[in-house]
């Protein structure tokens, strides 16, 4: 198993199965559009199992830019918070690209260690209904995560919900995953 000893904390990575709203970690991330506002897909799984709270919050510390982040409590999920990151823009033709990817992953990781975190879960950013290549959508977020020095973040999981999303990310990171 590869831990890369960076400023002193350890990160593990790895692909797993499953429904992102039902994980346990300190964040969540949610797969967001600059407006926040939470649709379907991973927003409205993770909508269904918070409550209508978390969509009012995050509603109002919008609109970001494209590849920020905002910060909303995590209600009823087994979290701290949720991090919303807009990987896919509320405007134009609503398609993620190459860079608000790598943007919106690298912020959700700096955001969860200054939240002082250490484990995180996320999906695969901007490759639902904003359009972008699974397989080349994961290959960007793993060579993020891969490349990230943590401070305090210790355990990422890169989610997947079905069998073929799950191959797809799981061959595409294998490089990066320890797990």
């Known amino acids: 198993m590869r831990e890369p000893e960076t400023r002193g904390v350890s990160m593990n990575f790895e692909t797993v199965q499953g429904d992102i709203a039902a994980q346990s970690a300190d964040v969540l991330v949610n797969a967001a559009g600059t407006s926040l506002r939470m649709g379907s ?18 509603m109002s510390k919008g609109p970001i830019d494209l590849g920020d982040v905002a910060v909303t409590d995590a209600y009823a999920l087994d979290a701290e918070y949720v991090i919303h990151a807009a990987a896919m823009p509320h405007y134009g033709d609503g398609q993620a690209t190459a860079d608000s990817i790598r943007s919106a992953t690298r912020s959700s990781l700096e955001t969860a260690d200054e939240l002082g975190c250490r484990s995180l879960v996320l999906p695969a950013l901007g ?12 290959e960007l977020i793993g060579e993020t995560i891969d490349a990230y020095e943590p401070n305090t973040l210790s355990e990422v ?14 061959a595409a990171t294998e490089q990066f995953d320890d797990g």
């Open 41 to 58: 897909g991973v927003a409205g799984a993770i909508k269904r199992r918070a409550g209508p709270e978390i969509n009012e919050e995050a």
């Open 157 to 170: 999981r890169f989610i997947a919900y079905g069998d073929e999303e799950y191959a797809i990310i799981e």
């Open 127 to 138: 490759c639902g209904v904003a359009g972008f290549d699974l397989e080349t959508g994961a």
